[in-house]
Nanobody, 123 residues
Framework: QLVESGGGLVQAGGSLRLSCEAS????????MGWFRQAPGKEREFVVV????????YYADSVKGRFTISRDNAKNTVSLQMNSLKPEETAVYYC??????????????????WGQGTQVTVSS
């Protein structure tokens, strides 16, 4: 089970920190990712991190503003989001993957998903 928290309403240019706590799986064996889905749009990759934390991939649109981190001892992964833009309003999902064989940034690689947390960025 993956449970996200930390979403909310923020003004453009502001910051939010999302957290995801995992249970019922061996967290340190899983690659973790954050995806988002805006109304009427497909779910899109934001950032992913390997099980060890040694490899990360960021969507070009968030590079330099978003930072992923994980704590394998606490079974948590976090997403620090700075300089948020109104177009980044979406439901943000935490996801876990055992293998990146179909692509690290593909939602199809992720077998476990949280319920999502709403992030709204006002202009």
């Amino acid at each position: 089970q993956l449970v996200e928290s930390g979403g909310g309403l923020v003004q453009a240019g502001g910051s939010l920190r999302l957290s995801c706590e995992a249970s019922g799986l061996t967290f340190s064996n899983y690659h973790m990712g954050w995806f988002r889905q805006a109304p009427g749009k497909e779910r899109e990759f934001v950032v992913v991190m390997s099980w060890s934390g040694s490899t990360t991939y960021y969507a070009d649109s968030v590079k330099g503003r978003f930072t992923i981190s994980r704590d394998n001892a606490k079974n948590t992964v976090s997403l620090q989001m700075n300089s948020l833009k109104p177009e980044e309003t979406a439901v943000y999902y935490c996801a876990a993957s055992r293998s990146w064989a179909v692509g690290a940034t593909s939602p199809r690689a992720y077998g476990y998903w949280g319920q999502g947390t709403q992030v709204t960025v006002s202009s």
